[in-house]
């Protein structure tokens, strides 16, 4: 089946630590895009990319990092430096950038900081 | 910067009609889409319309636009408790060359057997 696929499903992490977040598709879509959902506040863009080996910062893209190194792979990760990393992360892909092409998306990792 | 905004929550007896309201700011809106997220789950999308286009019809689902009041609203006839979701509605817009989609707050809908 085609689709987007993100792991873990759920996540732990202790202060001080890097995380990193899967996102898969196999929906051969050049856009992919990290969300990150806080309740009330609907989603936020932490990093795009428009095709392999190019990504651009979203709104919130500060204690994160991102890499294309492959079409159907964009992983997220969370980095030490990012102040309050607990929230649901969403990754979604879509056919081009530039075009107004549907979001699709994964289930989704909730990470949590203890 | 551009803005979409929703009210956060809304209650329904099963079987009435939901109205799910939604206000935009940027004009040049291409696509208007209504996603639904059901708890725990990533988003699905339900419909979307034509910036001009006025209304779009979809089984159970009608999409109003009025552009001159940047107003988006989802109506979901005879709702059912399965319909129990947060609905975002979402703006495409360019940017820097790129067209981008910006995200309501959701509005979190709860239908009452």
């Known amino acids: 089946d085609g689709g987007i696929t993100q792991s873990p499903k759920y996540l732990f992490r202790k202060e001080g630590q890097n995380v990193t977040l899967s996102c898969e598709q196999n929906l051969n879509h050049d856009a992919m895009y990290w969300y990150r959902q806080d309740p009330g506040q609907g989603l936020r863009l932490i990093y795009y990319?428009?095709?392999?080996?190019?990504?651009q910062k979203g709104d919130i893209a500060e204690g994160y990092s991102v890499s294309r190194e492959k079409k159907e792979s964009f992983p997220l990760t969370v980095t030490s430096a990012q102040k309050n990393p607990t929230a649901f992360y969403l990754c979604?892909?879509?056919?081009?950038?530039?075009?107004?092409?549907?979001?699709?998306f994964g289930p989704g990792t909730r990470l949590t900081v203890l | 910067g551009e803005d979409v905004e929703q009210s956060l929550f809304l209650s329904v007896r099963e079987g009435d009609s939901s109205v799910i309201n939604c206000t935009y700011t940027?004009?040049?809106?291409?696509?208007l889409y209504w996603y639904k997220q059901e708890p725990g789950a990533g988003l699905q999308l339900l419909t979307y319309?034509?910036?001009?286009?006025d209304m779009k019809q979809d089984q159970r689902l009608t999409v109003l636009l009025n552009k001159k009041d940047k107003h988006l609203s989802l109506r979901i006839a005879d709702t059912q408790t399965g319909d129990s979701a947060i609905y975002f509605c979402?703006?495409?817009?360019?940017?820097?060359?790129?067209?981008?989609?910006?995200f309501g707050t959701g509005t979190k809908l709860q239908v009452i057997p």
């Open positions: 319309i034509f910036s001009n286009m």
């Open positions: 940027d004009s040049s809106s291409t696509y």
């Open positions: 979604a892909s879509s056919n081009r950038i530039t075009s107004t092409d549907t979001q699709y």
């Open positions: 979402a703006e495409t817009y360019s940017s820097g060359g790129y067209q981008k989609v910006t």
């Open positions: 990319s428009q095709i392999v080996n190019d990504f």
